[in-house]
């Protein structure tokens, strides 16, 4: 789960002054226009997960996370502003590689010109009253199955963000000739699963890459999905799965009673 372009803006120094305001700060432009919440929320939970602050490109950072102990495949990717790269990057790293780091000065303000700090939700990224908490996924027209939707998740299961048996992929919306998606899907979690670890998914999910040979080039987004979007669409696609399933029971039971109705028309008496 990473990408490889590189950040074009200029490394502001100012942000580091005001590191702890900015790790506090909605990562996604999409999160600083929602509706805002009446009570502050904040995050209860811990996750490895991190912010960087730096003009380096996804491969210099790379090397020197993998120098001090990260693996070479570890989730990195470039926090977007009204689709333009920033100097932020997000990263999901063990906590023993963000101590190494610390320990050589990059946890604080540094002639490197690259800082590392714990990311921390705020109330920003967590859902309002109108919203369920399930997340949906508008899927492209290039995409056909949700099996890319559930690679994305298992991704965040290995990172022990979210547990594997927390979680389940509804598509209410498929094709009755071909079985492919039609608009998008929904990603349902189970009621004990913590609000935190629904944020965090839904942050490390966004403007990430669909993992899809049909389509290598779209930006994969997923949004809180709305109370009555799911009610209309996502209670439906539950429904749905079930009705398949006895689909063919029914018609099974269709076509005896067929069967038995045209044997006692052939064996009933000609009219007079």
């Not at 590191?19 to 904040?42: F, G, I, P, S």
């Not at 399930?134 to 949700?146: A, G, Q, Y």
């Amino acid at each position: 789960m990473s990408t490889t372009s590189t950040t074009q803006s200029s490394f502001d120094v100012t942000t580091i002054d005001a590191a702890e305001e900015v790790t506090t700060t909605n990562v996604e432009e999409q999160t600083n226009v929602e509706e805002q919440t009446n009570v502050e929320k904040t995050q209860e939970l811990d996750f490895p997960v991190y912010i960087i602050f730096s003009t380096k490109s996804l491969t210099e950072i790379r090397q020197l996370l993998v120098k001090y102990g990260a693996k070479s495949d570890l989730f990195l990717r470039i926090v977007y502003k009204k689709g333009t790269e920033t100097d932020k990057t997000i990263v999901v790293l063990p906590e023993s590689v963000y101590s190494a780091l610390c320990k050589d000065g990059y946890g604080a303000k540094n002639r490197y010109r690259f800082l590392i700090l714990p990311y921390r939700l705020r109330s920003g990224n967590y859902p309002t009253s109108e919203k369920t908490s399930h997340l949906f996924v508008p899927v492209p027209k290039t995409i056909t199955t949700d099996a890319n939707v559930e690679t994305r998740m298992n991704e965040l299961c290995e990172l022990e963000i979210v547990a594997s048996d927390t979680w389940s992929v509804v598509t209410p919306l498929r094709s009755r000739e071909s079985g492919e998606l039609r608009g998008g899907c929904f990603i349902k979690f189970k009621p004990d699963v913590h609000v935190d670890t629904i944020a965090m998914s839904c942050l490390l999910l966004n403007d990430t890459y669909w993992p899809s040979k049909e389509d290598t080039d779209s930006v994969f987004r997923c949004f809180w999905a709305r109370k009555q979007q799911y009610s209309e669409r996502g209670e439906r696609g539950e429904r749905s799965e079930k009705t398949e399933k006895n689909s063919d029971t029914q018609e099974s039971k269709q076509q005896k009673q067929v069967k038995k109705m045209s044997y006692r028309l052939k064996k009933a008496e000609p009219l007079n």
